[in-house]
């Protein structure tokens, strides 16, 4: 099977509010994705709306099927790449941080909330998601959601891992001084669990953060294949399933676990 083409759209804030402003990136984006051999588009953490928008964060969510979710359909279908993208969305009072995953045709492959919420900030806008496993296929892999602040957690990867995601998929708004997530937390959530793991970045000044940028794409065997400086950029890089079989031979953690230990160490502790 051939690998699959991933582009990782790490792109300045611009003006926080303005969807349609980002949804004419989306487009432009996705064209020059396409014309770089490129069969999945992923965008950052609340890509549409901005993150430091504060108290119209509830003006701005959509509920599942709204208008912006739909011109995204039309952008994925027109351009027939899939596309992962972060949004608020609306469900009844709640407001939850999202990424929904569009296919190629247009039809909505998957939508995970994010169950770890980042802060009194998001706290406050935000209700968190309660479903830790999210995938869908896409041409031959198996993808896996996350958000952000989720894969800093080494349960939700090894769920991941455990289910069968094969990439998973993190749009993210990783602000500074917590560069080392980037640099070496992630790939080595990606090693330890034999999964591609493509980590999608804001970058640059927003409100009161500043967005870390370095994007990356980091692989099973511990290799990051594309990594993105602190400015906007469009990163493209391949995920092959013979790597990830590769890399989970060379170094068995998931075949050599014993889970019979481990019941203790997930139960709540006091520090």
Request: proline letters at 7%.
């Amino acid at each position: 099977m051939a690998p699959l083409r991933v582009a990782l759209l790490q792109g300045p804030p611009g003006v926080p509010g303005a969807v349609a402003e980002s949804l004419a990136a989306l487009e432009r984006a996705a064209r020059t994705a396409v014309g770089r051999g490129a069969r999945l588009l992923v965008t950052s953490e609340l890509f549409l709306t901005g993150y430091a928008v504060g108290g119209r964060m509830a003006e701005l969510a959509e509920p599942a099927g709204g208008a912006s979710e739909q011109r995204v359909a039309e952008i994925a279908a027109r351009h027939r790449i899939g596309i992962v993208y972060g949004a608020p969305e609306r469900d009844g009072d709640a407001v939850l941080n999202t990424a929904r995953f569009v296919g190629a045709d247009g039809r909505l492959l998957a939508a995970y909330r994010k169950t770890h919420l980042f802060g009194e900030y998001e706290r406050e806008i935000f209700r968190p998601g309660a479903e830790p496993v999210v995938q869908a296929g896409f041409d031959g892999v198996r993808i896996g959601l996350l958000i952000c602040y989720d894969v800093e957690f080494p349960e939700t990867v090894r769920a991941h891992a455990l289910t069968g995601t094969e990439l998973l998929v993190v749009p993210t708004a990783l602000m500074r001084p917590y560069d080392f997530v980037a640099h070496t937390l992630v790939p080595a959530r990606a090693y330890e669990n034999g999964l591609h793991l493509a980590y999608v970045n804001r970058c640059g000044p927003e409100g009161r953060y500043d967005f870390a940028g370095l994007s990356c794409l980091a692989g099973p065997d511990g290799a990051v294949r594309a990594r993105a400086g602190g400015g906007a950029e469009l990163l493209v890089g391949d995920v092959d399933p013979a790597v990830l079989r590769a890399a989970r031979a060379e170094t068995p953690y998931l075949s050599d676990r014993r889970p019979e230990l481990y019941g203790a160490l997930t139960r709540r502790t006091t520090p």
